[in-house]
């Protein structure tokens, strides 16, 4: 079993920034890889950013060159920059992992942009 527990997330105005955490609870080494998703009200679950225990990435194109994905090892976090934020990257933000196939979320975080 994997816990996974995010923070970060909050209101803040468009143009702003904020940056999301989760806290895996086990090492990245042993995890596939690992993510973020985001649903915003009466849309489906879309696929944010990811990034492989090896540190490929790979984005949406809706937030490319405004959202950054890293993660920590020693820590086992997984974080999220999200900069020049819109309206529309309103959504609850969940994190991921993928092990031997497995997925595991965390508890989702909302994020609010205002206009």
């Known amino acids: 079993q994997v816990q996974l527990v995010e923070s970060g997330g909050g209101l803040v105005q468009a143009g702003g920034s904020l940056r999301l955490s989760c806290a895996t609870s086990?090492?990245?080494?042993?995890?596939?890889?690992m993510g973020w998703y985001r649903q915003a009200p009466g849309k489906q679950r879309e696929l944010v950013a990811g990034?492989?225990?090896?540190?490929?990435?790979n984005y949406a194109d809706s937030v490319k060159g405004r959202f950054t994905i890293s993660q920590d090892i020693a820590e086992k976090t997984l974080y999220l920059q999200m900069n020049s934020l819109k309206p529309e990257d309103t959504a609850v933000y969940y994190c991921?992992?993928?092990?031997?196939?497995?997925?595991?979320w965390g508890q989702g975080t909302q994020v609010t942009v205002s206009s």
């Open positions: 990034i492989t225990s090896g540190g490929t990435t």
């Open positions: 086990r090492s990245i080494f042993s995890i596939d890889d």
């Open positions: 991921y992992v993928k092990i031997l196939g497995g997925w595991y």
